[in-house]
C-alpha cells in the first residue's frame, strides 16, 4: 500500500515551472511533471537473470512568447528559475507557429472522472520471479517445446501532472501488471519461437501464468514444419493479435497533424464510406481499467467518448489544439503529452464485433491465409499502399490446414478497408481492440 508517487508534489512542481515561466516573460505557459516506478524480473530456464528496479522524476514545460514557443526538460531538482529563462530565451528566437498554444480556455475541465486506473498491489521480487518462472513452466511443458526465450513479470506506477498558466491544474496515476514468455518448439533449422504475455492495470483482471504459458507452448509448436505456398490471391484472416495493426492504419490516417500537412491517404475522406456498411470503430478515453484512458487530455480537455467510423462512415480526425486550429475546427480532446509539446493521439480503440464466429468465417472463405504473426511496419499511410512480410497457417475447406512462413501479403489500405468483415470475438488485450478479420482479394507472395 505503499504510495510510490506523490501527485501533490508534482502537481506543485508544474505550478512553480510555469510561475517562474511568466516571471522570466512568457506570455503563456503549461508544464507537466512525470513520475514513475517500475519493476521487472527476467527469468530463463528456471533461473532468474536480471532483476531491474528504476525510478525516474521528469518535467517538461513550454512556453509562448507571441506567437512563438518552445519546449525544455529536465529532472526533478533542476533549477527551475534558470530553466524557464533559458525557455523564454529559446522561444524568443524561435520561427512564428500561427497554430500552437494553449487550449481554449472555456474548455477545460476542473472536475475529473475516476476511471480506476490505479491498483496500489506492489509484489514482492520473490512474487515477481514466482509468477515469471510459473509462466514459464507452463510453456515448456507443452510437448515439442524445447527451449526457452525467457520470460518476464513486472509491475509499474506512473503519475503525471499538468498545470497551464491560464487555469488548468490536474493529476492522476496509473499502474500496470503483468507477465509473458517466449518459447522454441522444434530442433535445429526446424525450430520456431512464439510467445504469449498478459498485461492489465489491475493485478487481479491478469491472465494466469498456467493460461499464458500454455498458450506461448502450443503456439510455437503449431508452427513447426511450416511450408512455402505459391503467389497468389486470396482473403486473408487476421488473428485478434495482428488484427489491431489495421486500427494503427486507420487511426494514423485520420491523425489530425498528418491530415493538416496533408501527408495521409484519409485526407479526402472525412464524412465518406470506407468500410462497409455495418462496422462501427471507437475511441473511448473513459473506459474504466482502460489502458489508454486517462480523466483529461494533454492540454485540460475533457476525455470523451467518440466515433471515427459509424456503419462504415468516417466521422472526424484524431485532433490536439493545434492541429484543430490548422484545419480550422476544435479539438476533440485527443492531446497526449510527455516531456515534448502536445501531438495528436488516439486512446482505446475498438473495432466492434460482428455476428459470425471466428470458425464460421473460416468456414465462409473456404480457402485463405490465416496471418498470426507479422514481420516489420509495412504500411505507407501517404499513399495506403500496405505490404507485410507475414506468418500463419493455410486455410483448405474451411479449416486451419497446415503453418506457412516466409510470405509476404500486399495490397492497399483504401480496397483493404472497404472488404473487412469481423467476426465476434472481442478479448481486450490492450488500447487497441479488433476481433478476428478477413480481408478478401490480398496477394500473397510466396515462392
Request: hydrophobic share 40%.
Amino acid at each position: 500500500m505503499t504510495d510510490l508517487v506523490d501527485l501533490s508534489a508534482l502537481q506543485a512542481q508544474a505550478q512553480r515551472l510555469v510561475e517562474a515561466a511568466r516571471r522570466a516573460g512568457a506570455d503563456a505557459a503549461d508544464a507537466v511533471a512525470i513520475r514513475s516506478v517500475n519493476q521487472v524480473v527476467s527469468v530463463r530456464l528456471g533461473k532468474t537473470e536480471k532483476v531491474e528496479h528504476s525510478e525516474n522524476e521528469d518535467f517538461g514545460l513550454r512556453v509562448f512568447v507571441g506567437r512563438q514557443n518552445a519546449t525544455i526538460s529536465a529532472t526533478m531538482g533542476a533549477d527551475v528559475a534558470e530553466l524557464a529563462e533559458r525557455a523564454v530565451a529559446m522561444a524568443r528566437v524561435a520561427p512564428p507557429d500561427a497554430y500552437a498554444g494553449l487550449a481554449d480556455a472555456d474548455r477545460l475541465i476542473h472536475a475529473f472522472p475516476d476511471l480506476d486506473l490505479l491498483d496500489r498491489s506492489l509484489p514482492a521480487t520473490e512474487a515477481l520471479v514466482e509468477r515469471a518462472v510459473a509462466t514459464e513452466d507452463a510453456a515448456r511443458a507443452v510437448a515439442g517445446v524445447t527451449n526457452s526465450g525467457g520470460a518476464n513479470a513486472y509491475w509499474s506506477r506512473a503519475g503525471v501532472a499538468l498545470v497551464t498558466s491560464h487555469g488548468f491544474s490536474g493529476s492522476y496515476e496509473t499502474s500496470g501488471h503483468g507477465h509473458s514468455v517466449s518459447v522454441i518448439a522444434g530442433e535445429g533449422t526446424g525450430m520456431e519461437r512464439d510467445w504469449e504475455a498478459s498485461g492489465k492495470i489491475h493485478l487481479e483482471d491478469l491472465k494466469s501464468p498456467e493460461e499464458v504459458g500454455r498458450v506461448a507452448g502450443e503456439r510455437a509448436v503449431k508452427r513447426l514444419d511450416p511450408r512455402k505456398i505459391d503467389t497468389r490471391t486470396a482473403t486473408v484472416v487476421y488473428d485478434p493479435r495482428v488484427s489491431t495493426g489495421i486500427l494503427g492504419a486507420l487511426t494514423g490516417g485520420i491523425n489530425g497533424g498528418a491530415i493538416a500537412r496533408k501527408t495521409s491517404f484519409l485526407k479526402d475522406k472525412l464524412g465518406q464510406r470506407i468500410m462497409p456498411a455495418g462496422i462501427r470503430i471507437t475511441d473511448d478515453p473513459t473506459r474504466r481499467r482502460g489502458p489508454g484512458s486517462r480523466p483529461f487530455d494533454g492540454e485540460g480537455l475533457a476525455a470523451e467518448p467518440m466515433d471515427l467510423v459509424t456503419d462504415g462512415v468516417l466521422q472526424t480526425w484524431i485532433l490536439d489544439s493545434a492541429s484543430a486550429r490548422e484545419l480550422g475546427l476544435a479539438s476533440n480532446g485527443r492531446a497526449a503529452r510527455g516531456l515534448g509539446s502536445p501531438g495528436a493521439s488516439a486512446t482505446n480503440v475498438l473495432l466492434h464485433p460482428g455476428e459470425m464466429s471466428p470458425e464460421e468465417l473460416i468456414r465462409g472463405i473456404g480457402e485463405g491465409l490465416y496471418v498470426t504473426d507479422f514481420i516489420g511496419h509495412g504500411s505507407n499511410l501517404v499513399t495506403g499502399d500496405y505490404s507485410r512480410g507475414a506468418a500463419g497457417f493455410w486455410i483448405e475447406n474451411g479449416e486451419l490446414a497446415y503453418p506457412v512462413a516466409e510470405i509476404t501479403v500486399a495490397g492497399n489500405l483504401h480496397e483493404m478497408f472497404m472488404r473487412i468483415v469481423p467476426a465476434n470475438d472481442i478479448e481486450y488485450r490492450g488500447s487497441f481492440v479488433a476481433p478476428t478479420l478477413a480481408i478478401e482479394g490480398l496477394t500473397i507472395a510466396g515462392r
